[in-house]
T-cell receptor, first 109, second 117 residues
Framework: RKEVEQDPGPFNVPEGATVAFNCTYSNSASQSFFWYRQDCRKEPKLLMS???SGNEDGRFTAQLNRASQYISLLIRDSKLSDSATYLCVVIANDYKLSFGAGTTVTVRA | GAVVSQHPSWVICKSGTSVKIECRSL??????MFWYRQFPKQSLMLMAT?????????EQGVEKDKFLINHASLTLSTLTVTSAHPEDSSFYIC?????????????FGDGTRLSIL
């Protein structure tokens, strides 16, 4: 079983729609969680950290469910510029990073 | 602005050539940097951990004689792909943070797209 798994998508949504997807992790001792955004042929860029209580940054909301071992990302009022691959990154208690393969989101006009 | 810089961003070389990729932390000292490889539609795979002033730590299955890592200063790590072959073609990315073994997020370099003909 992979340490971090994501639905690869693609999620094709119209502008203005809400899209949400999850990332599951296998190591129950994982302690830090992040969502990165990666555009085609570019490096990953930090989108937001994921806190235990859940957190919001503008149109983006991240949630953590430790009991079920997953994190989620919700994008409200999707923009064309939100089209990208969203990577889930998990840091275990030994500080080793694990990456998901990414979820592709395509926002259409 | 970018806090980790990687150079070059794109390399096209003939088979058998050795290619050096640089990773620099711009506004912090990085005693540890990480090198990854990413194939299309796949996740980043950690290749090795670069440690300033000491030998790199390689992940299982990564040939240390093939992928030479040098971390000669607190702001620079280099990855040399020796005698590169077409199967080495990939997207190579480095990452660093001011606190590598912590819960702080990593900052990634721009990535280097390596194409071996």
């Amino acid at each position: 079983r992979k340490e971090v798994e994501q639905d690869p998508g693609p999620f094709n949504v119209p502008e203005g729609a809400t899209v949400a997807f999850n990332c599951t992790y296998s190591n129950s001792a994982s302690q830090s969680f992040f969502w990165y955004r990666q555009d085609c042929r570019k490096e990953p860029k930090l989108l937001m950290s994921v806190y235990s209580s859940g957190n919001e940054d503008g149109r983006f909301t991240a949630q953590l469910n430790r009991a079920s071992q997953y994190i989620s990302l919700l994008i409200r009022d999707s923009k064309l510029s939100d089209s990208a691959t969203y990577l889930c990154v998990v840091i275990a208690n030994d500080y080793k990073l694990s990456f998901g393969a990414g979820t592709t989101v395509t926002v259409r006009a | 602005g970018a806090v980790v810089s990687q150079h070059p961003s794109w390399v096209i070389c003939k088979s058998g050539t050795s290619v050096k990729i640089e990773c620099r932390s711009l506004d912090f000292q990085a005693t540890t940097m990480f090198w990854y490889r990413q194939f299309p539609k796949q996740s980043l795979m950690l290749m090795a951990t670069s440690n300033e002033g000491s030998k790199a730590t390689y992940e299982q299955g990564v040939e240390k004689d093939k992928f030479l890592i040098n971390h000669a200063s607190l702001t620079l790590s280099t990855l040399t792909v020796t005698s590169a072959h077409p199967e080495d073609s990939s997207f190579y990315i480095c990452s660093a943070s001011a606190e590598p073994y912590s819960n702080q997020p990593q900052h990634f370099g721009d990535g280097t797209r390596l194409s071996i003909l």
